[in-house]
């Protein structure tokens, strides 16, 4: 269930816009992408969604191989790519781009690239970590609200 989440995000992610893009925005997105690492970050990723998905429903197991088959073809970089330019030079434009791309160039940059994974975890531990403290709120508003919707539908 989690990867058919993770899955949805990312195509969502990929989803092709129908708005078409400047050009010269395309070219600068593509050298951010390529600045950003953005292949070796795809395919990180795919490899820990299918890890992650293994080490929660171990019966996946024996489907590794082929579940690594299919979002290599459908969540490859190179088949994500077109859409990726498409929306990043959407976002913004080719002048905003080359700031982007002289800005991940420098040192403090470069860094960015390297520790924004890490920062990212961590961001999401401390959200897990917080929901978690805090999760016997949610189960009493769930249910109060689950109650409500019953008390709706009899009346």
Do not use: W
Not at 11 to 21: G, H, N, Q, R
Not at 66 to 78: D, G, L, R, T
Request: some cysteine; aromatic content about 6%; glycine content about 4%.
């Amino acid at each position: 269930m989690k990867l058919i989440k993770i899955s949805l995000i990312l195509l969502c992610f990929s989803v092709s816009t129908m708005s078409i893009a400047d050009p010269a925005a395309e070219k600068e997105a593509e050298k951010l992408l390529n600045i950003m690492g953005m292949e070796n970050a795809l395919q990180q990723s795919m490899s820990q969604m299918i890890d992650i998905q293994l080490q929660q429903n171990q019966a996946l197991a024996p489907y590794k191989d082929v579940m690594m088959a299919f979002f290599a073809k459908h969540m490859s970089y190179e088949s994500l790519k077109p859409d990726m330019l498409r929306i990043y030079a959407d976002a913004f434009t080719a002048a905003e781009l080359r700031e982007l791309n002289n800005f991940y160039a420098t040192d403090v940059g470069k860094k960015t690239i390297q520790q924004m994974p890490t920062l990212m975890a961590q961001g999401a531990q401390i959200g897990a970590a917080r929901v978690q403290q805090n999760i016997g709120e949610l189960q009493a508003m769930i249910k109060a609200e689950a109650e409500r919707i019953k008390a709706l539908q009899q009346q």
